[in-house]
């Protein structure tokens, strides 16, 4: 039972424009939520985060936003770059868990 | 450098035969865990460890075992390998456990085929 869910498999955006990444998560005792960024033969690696007590977190050209009551967060890309070129994956753990839940995973291509 | 290891990078074996992937880490992190990642399935949590001798199973945990002796190493060991545990997979660390919201920090993956 996949409790962490990203429905866009691909995603293709033309540079300089915004890229959406989009996850929903059926656990509401989840609070607290990441994103990783993979590229080819290499592992993931951490991109932003954000807690259940915010519903926005700022880093760069990285935006990540909560929406509690949908249970559902986005990743915001402005502006995309070629090397943001790469599969995205949502994560999300409880502060009473040990575990970590990942998503399926979005690719985003970014077209120079 | 602070970084997650992990040996072979590639590996094709036989159905049956005992093989062990190892996984070390260099940060003094309390928290580790194996991945796997499959087409369409994403990123499954195997085992994870909160600490020295502390190890738990994750979602998927069947046909593997692991061990965590030392601080720094957390091998993945599969008894006897089936086909269906040809996956990419990722070992990974953290400072603490996911209570205390800490990021996990990967290690290059491990590609097993298993004929």
């Known amino acids: 039972d996949q409790q962490v869910k990203q429905n866009s498999p691909s995603l293709s955006v033309q540079e300089g424009r915004i890229s959406i990444l989009n996850c929903d998560y059926t656990?509401?005792?989840?609070?607290?939520f990441l994103w990783y960024k993979k590229y080819p033969a290499e592992g993931p690696t951490f991109l932003i985060s954000i807690s259940s007590i915010k519903d926005k977190n700022e880093d760069g050209r990285f935006t990540v936003f909560l929406n509690k009551s949908a249970k559902h967060l986005s990743l915001h890309i402005v502006p995309s770059q070629p090397g943001d070129s790469a599969v995205y994956f949502c994560a999300a753990t409880s502060s009473g868990g040990n575990q970590f839940y990942f998503g399926t995973g979005t690719s985003l291509t970014v077209i120079p | 450098e602070a970084q997650v290891t992990q040996n072979p990078r590639y590996l094709i074996t036989v159905t049956g035969k005992k093989l062990t992937v190892t996984c070390s880490q260099n940060m003094n992190h309390e928290y580790m865990s194996w991945y796997r990642q499959d087409p369409g399935l994403g990123l499954r949590q195997i085992y994870y460890s909160m600490n020295v001798e502390v190890t738990d199973k994750g979602d998927v945990p069947e046909g593997y075992k692991v061990s965590r002796k030392e601080k720094r190493n957390f091998p993945l060991i599969l008894e006897s390998p089936s086909p269906n545990q040809t996956s990419l997979y990722f070992c990974a660390s953290a400072l603490a456990g996911p209570s205390s919201y800490n990021e996990q920090f990967f290690g290059p993956g491990t590609r097993l085929t298993v004929l």
């Open positions: 656990n509401s005792m989840f609070d607290y």
